[in-house]
């Protein structure tokens, strides 16, 4: 078949924070994508466009790049399409989707951590594909480098996914990704690779071990679409990789929806992608990863084909949820009083997921009971809560359920979500790491001691036991512990769950917070909201001492008497109040509460506010 050997396409996959987008910042400057001075001023990370991606220094979007690279040889330049994929597996929708798009894939793998949850995660997708990988092993220069271990590691992680023994050959090269240097020659431990100053073994070893895409001269047309886009003056922009024949600008294809049904369309522009801009174009040929507009409805997956003779490319499929939250109106007594231009209503709200759906494949939107409330399934409580804090900055207000697992049944059995859970933490918290996840039903499956002072450990764990873990994993091993999970599959119902131990303060009635009343109730247990704070009945200001709930009052005033009482000269300090954010405030949620969330604040609430009918319900459970 003939071949195009002036393209590659291939994927960046890794786990989170091994270093990808950092290696795709150095092939960019280094294959000359920008001039000279401009490079100087550039920000690290350039392909982490979005504001929560810079702020949570992780990829949440697969993004898409092209590099001209001229070989040291000579002849004609090639161009290197790379997508940077996410490295956490809540975002697994984006790595699948990207993995569509690419010939062969980049497997980068830190020098000290090795191999971790979602590394076997995209890994397997890839193997799945029947991609080759090029192993990229990064950050050589790590003090506490290992990395003959790591590559035996990545080794035995390809014969646990029943890699075949052409994957397994696969090719190795050395980085460190921060110096924008590669070498194929292992160097030592916590050093440098010095025999090279550049990447340039790292592209050459792109051009030999990436399949040039192949086509056929006689196929009719066929482009599928795996990203979508928005732009102020042409609308929505669908990116394709064109499978066969050619896309040129003003053409007239036929759209093959997901459902089946085709209409004949018109292409109105035609882009390519070179560094990080998209650039005019005539036509785009077979492995050309291109972006058109001109079709305002057309969804990821479906298919454009020759008008002759149409047929469909295999839709996009992508996991199971695994976790879901009821989404629905504000409906707190203090909805719309943030400030003007808030979107408070049920109608915008279904609109903003219903836009959502059009971009993100691993969401679900169900309806509920109410007519103002959604049930948001998604891969994992990240993914959720990114979504929501999204919708925060855009200006809505929003009521937020706890978190619950998505269930099926299987032989009249239900059945729940697991996850493997990999944990690296200092010797000395391993007997609270196993008191931990004792109490959410896990399972040890390996344990490991590198003598390092170090200790990993492989639990399986129910998805809805990681539910509020990672802060009290955090604070028992004083933020030196490391934890990542990966969904694993389903088994039978494990039973009742109790993993906050801890009641709620609530709100027994409206007013602002007072520093008085803080300090009276500060022995009570931990306060979360600060003095002259707003508040209502039934919304929790605080963390209880003990187990069960305590309604109290917060906005007590001193009274001022002009009597002198025996303690006036006697100050006590106001503890600060703990702020959660809103991942916290997620975990921190029990079943009978839910979260405010507005542009301004974050508040944790109880369903029913009214105090009387919250008692009366609880001695109704009780009674029964």
Same mark, same amino acid.
């Given at each position: 078949?003939?071949?195009?050997?002036?393209?590659?396409? %291939?994927?960046?996959?890794?786990?989170?924070?091994?270093?990808?987008?950092?290696?795709?910042?150095?092939?960019?400057?280094?294959?000359?994508?920008?001039?000279?001075?401009?490079?100087?001023?550039?920000?690290?990370?350039?392909?982490?466009?979005?504001?929560?991606?810079?702020?949570?220094?992780?990829?949440?979007?697969?993004?898409?790049?092209?590099?001209?690279?001229?070989?040291?040889?000579?002849?004609?330049?090639?161009?290197?399409?790379?997508?940077?994929? @996410? !490295?956490?597996?809540?975002? !697994?929708?984006?790595?699948?989707?990207?993995?569509?798009?690419?010939?062969?894939?980049?497997?980068?793998?830190?020098?000290?951590?090795?191999?971790?949850?979602?590394?076997?995660?995209?890994?397997?997708?890839?193997?799945?594909?029947?991609? @080759?990988?090029?192993?990229?092993?990064?950050?050589?220069?790590?003090?506490?480098?290992?990395?003959?271990?790591?590559?035996?590691?990545?080794?035995?992680?390809?014969?646990?996914?029943?890699?075949?023994?052409?994957?397994?050959?696969?090719?190795?090269?050395?980085?460190?990704?921060?110096?924008?240097?590669?070498?194929?020659?292992?160097?030592?431990? !916590?050093?440098? @690779?010095?025999?090279?100053?550049?990447?340039? /073994?790292?592209?050459?070893?792109?051009?030999?071990?990436?399949?040039?895409?192949?086509?056929?001269?006689?196929?009719?047309?066929?482009?599928?679409?795996?990203?979508?886009?928005?732009?102020?003056?042409? !609308?929505?922009?669908?990116?394709?990789?064109?499978?066969?024949?050619?896309?040129?600008?003003?053409?007239?294809?036929?759209?093959?929806?997901?459902?089946?049904?085709?209409?004949?369309?018109?292409?109105?522009?035609?882009?390519?992608?070179?560094?990080?801009?998209?650039?005019?174009?005539?036509?785009?040929?077979?492995?050309?990863?291109?972006?058109?507009?001109?079709? @305002?409805?057309?969804?990821?997956?479906?298919?454009?084909?020759?008008?002759?003779?149409?047929?469909?490319?295999?839709?996009?499929?992508?996991?199971?949820?695994?976790?879901?939250?009821?989404?629905?109106?504000?409906?707190? /007594?203090? %909805?719309?009083?943030?400030?003007?231009?808030?979107?408070?209503?049920?109608?915008?709200?279904?609109?903003?997921?219903?836009?959502?759906?059009?971009?993100?494949?691993?969401?679900?939107?169900?309806?509920?009971?109410?007519?103002?409330?959604?049930?948001?399934?998604?891969?994992?409580?990240?993914?959720?809560?990114?979504?929501?804090?999204?919708?925060?900055?855009?200006?809505?207000?929003?009521t937020v359920g706890k978190p619950q697992v998505v269930t099926k049944q299987v032989d009249g059995k239900t059945h729940e979500p697991i996850e493997r859970m990999t944990i690296d933490s200092p010797e000395e918290h391993l007997g609270a790491i196993t008191q931990l996840m004792a109490t959410r039903k896990g399972r040890m499956e390996t344990m490991t001691n590198h003598g390092s002072g170090w200790v990993r450990m492989e639990w399986i764990v129910p998805s809805r036991g990681l539910i509020g873990f990672r802060t009290e994993f955090l604070t028992q091993t004083r933020g030196t512990g490391i934890a990542h999970s990966l969904f694993e599959g389903h088994e039978p119902w494990f039973g009742e769950l109790r993993t906050r131990h801890n009641g709620s303060l609530v709100a027994d009635r409206a007013g602002v917070v007072t520093p008085f009343a803080m300090v009276n109730l500060q022995e009570r247990g931990v306060i979360f909201t600060e003095a002259t704070t707003e508040v209502y009945e039934g919304m929790i200001i605080g963390e209880n001492s003990r187990a069960d709930d305590m309604d109290v009052n917060i906005t007590k005033e001193k009274k001022l008497t002009n009597m002198r009482a025996a303690s006036a000269d006697t100050t006590e300090n106001v503890v600060p109040a703990r702020?959660?954010?809103?991942?916290?405030?997620?975990?921190?949620?029990?079943?009978?509460?839910?979260?405010?969330?507005?542009?301004?604040?974050?508040?944790?609430?109880?369903? %029913?506010?009214?105090?009387?009918?919250?008692?009366?319900?609880?001695?109704?459970?009780?009674?029964?």
């Open positions: 078949m003939p071949t195009r050997h002036d393209i590659r396409n %291939v994927a960046i996959v890794a786990h989170v924070d091994h270093g990808k987008t950092t290696l795709v910042d150095a092939m960019l400057k280094q294959a000359g994508a920008f001039a000279a001075h401009a490079a100087e001023h550039l920000d690290d990370r350039m392909m982490d466009s979005n504001d929560l991606e810079r702020e949570k220094g992780i990829t949440i979007l697969a993004k898409n790049t092209a590099v001209k690279y001229h070989p040291k040889a000579g002849g004609s330049p090639i161009t290197i399409n790379i997508i940077d994929t @996410p !490295g956490h597996a809540d975002f !697994g929708g984006e790595v699948e989707r990207g993995l569509s798009m690419v010939d062969a894939v980049v497997l980068l793998v830190d020098a000290s951590e090795g191999p971790l949850p979602q590394t076997r995660f995209v890994l397997r997708k890839a193997l799945q594909a029947r991609m @080759p990988v090029i192993l990229c092993i990064n950050k050589t220069d790590r003090p506490d480098s290992r990395i003959d271990e790591v590559v035996n590691e990545t080794y035995d992680l390809f014969l646990d996914l029943d890699a075949d023994e052409e994957q397994i050959e696969f090719p190795i090269v050395y980085a460190c990704a921060r110096d924008g240097v590669a070498s194929l020659t292992k160097p030592e431990d !916590g050093t440098v @690779p010095a025999d090279s100053e550049n990447l340039e /073994p790292f592209f050459t070893t792109i051009l030999e071990h990436v399949p040039a895409p192949e086509y056929d001269d006689a196929a009719p047309l066929q482009a599928h679409v795996t990203n979508l886009d928005a732009d102020n003056f042409l !609308g929505r922009i669908a990116l394709c990789r064109v499978e066969q024949g050619e896309l040129r600008k003003g053409q007239t294809v036929t759209w093959i929806k997901r459902d089946g049904t085709m209409s004949n369309v018109r292409i109105t522009e035609l882009m390519m992608t070179e560094a990080l801009t998209r650039k005019p174009a005539e036509k785009a040929g077979p492995g050309d990863i291109c972006a058109i507009a001109g079709i @305002p409805d057309i969804m990821i997956g479906e298919t454009l084909a020759d008008p002759e003779n149409p047929i469909a490319l295999p839709l996009i499929t992508v996991d199971e949820p695994a976790i879901s939250m009821t989404i629905g109106a504000n409906t707190s /007594p203090l %909805v719309g009083k943030g400030g003007k231009g808030h979107k408070v209503t049920a109608r915008q709200i279904k609109d903003r997921l219903d836009r959502e759906l059009v971009g993100n494949v691993s969401l679900r939107v169900l309806d509920t009971e109410r007519p103002d409330a959604w049930e948001v399934q998604g891969r994992g409580e990240l993914a959720l809560a990114i979504l929501i804090e999204i919708m925060r900055r855009e200006g809505f207000e929003l702020k959660l954010s809103l991942e916290q405030s997620l975990e921190f949620c029990r079943d009978d509460e839910c979260i405010e969330v507005t542009p301004e604040t974050v508040r944790i609430r109880k369903v %029913v506010l009214d105090q009387k009918q919250r008692g009366r319900t609880a001695s109704r459970a009780k009674n029964n």
